[in-house]
């Protein structure tokens, strides 16, 4: 069934011309099949047609063509999948057939493991939301970093790196450090995911001399690989946005004294104050998609203030439309990431997205 999905997909697109207006069409049908399912179970049917999709030999929606450089590293659009979607990297190329400019896959830790019990995701659906509290669910580094050599995708590709659940927080760098030397060779670029807020005492990292060790540790490392494979790699550090504004400036003047290469902004939310009284809404863990938009953006603006242009921010957290990815580029977002929303909009939020956003100083 999903093979005939796609191939629905990918012969009405064509026959459209590849309009934006064809796959939101598409998709409002294909969507009320997924959301029939539980949204693991959608999930886990998803990254398996996509799998399937990445070995057809024609594309299935074209890559729009909108460059910009940052760091270092060329971009055929400032679009990127968000950490979470393909945690082992198994469906890389089908995800690159959506037109996405970059793919970032993870978050992988050294040892596999299966995460926090199930049910463990939870629409609101009123709200276009999320809940998740899925732990790190993963096979493991080595099972990533296989499948990242068997893709075929020529866009940028990041991997996103955590730590494992029975890793004691104080020895978290140890964790970071045996992924980051596993993945460097095959990633563009390498996050460093210390604000998800489903595993115990991750988001402690984030502050003073805690988040002064892991960088320092970090970069040491980086510096190795990178004499190592004679290629710079750059290091990028992801945030939550329930930061206050002193904690946020705290890790901006981090981000610069350790030279970190960029910023995610940001993970998940705890608040609630967007979906009070929804259903779902009183389930633990963190809230993506539509109710994120606008303290994500806030995380975006307060943060560029802080940063001044020493490093860019990828801008992260509730885009569902031109409208809510355009306010981050112009709160000082270089790049943008997309997970909830392509699951309420579909791919032709990428496309929108991909063709229509306007960079600053381009």
């Not at 999905?5 to 409002?28: K, P």
């Not at 539509?290 to 801008?315: F, V, W």
């Amino acid at each position: 069934f999903s093979i005939e999905i796609i191939s629905l997909f990918s012969t009405y697109t064509r026959e459209r011309d590849n309009t934006t207006d064809g796959l939101i069409f598409m998709y409002s049908l294909v969507r009320k099949f997924i959301f029939s399912m539980q949204p693991e179970s959608a999930h886990e049917f998803t990254i398996k047609a996509l799998k399937m999709a990445g070995k057809l030999p024609f594309p299935i929606f074209p890559t729009p063509d909108n460059p910009v450089e940052v760091m270092g590293l060329k971009f055929k659009n400032p679009i990127g999948l968000a950490a979470g979607a393909d945690k082992n990297g198994e469906a890389i190329d089908g995800f690159g057939k959506l037109g996405f400019g970059f793919i970032e896959v993870g978050t992988v830790t050294p040892l596999a493991q299966d995460g926090n019990p199930k049910p463990r995701q939870f629409r609101i659906l009123e709200a276009e939301g999320i809940i998740n509290r899925n732990g790190f669910n993963n096979l493991g580094v080595d099972v990533l970093v296989e499948n990242v050599k068997r893709a075929k995708y020529d866009g940028i590709l990041g991997i996103n790196i955590g730590k494992n659940a029975v890793t004691p927080i104080e020895n978290a760098l140890d964790d970071y450090q045996i992924c980051l030397r596993k993945v460097y060779e095959y990633a563009d670029y390498i996050t460093v995911n210390i604000s998800s807020p489903n595993t115990k005492n991750l988001r402690s990292l984030q502050y003073g001399e805690a988040l002064d060790e892991l960088l320092s540790g970090l970069k040491a490392e980086q510096a190795r690989l990178s004499q190592k494979f004679q290629q710079y790699k750059p290091l990028v550090l992801k945030i939550a946005p329930d930061l206050t504004e002193e904690e946020i400036a705290s890790v901006a003047d981090s981000l610069i004294r350790h030279r970190i290469d960029g910023v995610i902004a940001g993970n998940t939310t705890l608040s609630r104050e967007t979906v009070a009284g929804l259903i779902n809404a009183e389930q633990v863990g963190g809230l993506s998609g539509k109710p994120l938009n606008a303290l994500s953006t806030k995380l975006i603006m307060r943060l560029a203030k802080e940063l001044n242009g020493a490093l860019p921010i990828i801008g992260s957290g509730g885009i569902h439309s031109l409208a809510s990815g355009q306010e981050k580029i112009d709160a000082g977002a270089k790049l943008l990431q997309v997970y909830s929303g392509l699951i309420y909009e579909g791919p032709g939020l990428i496309q929108t997205l991909a063709k229509h956003i306007r960079l600053k100083n381009q």
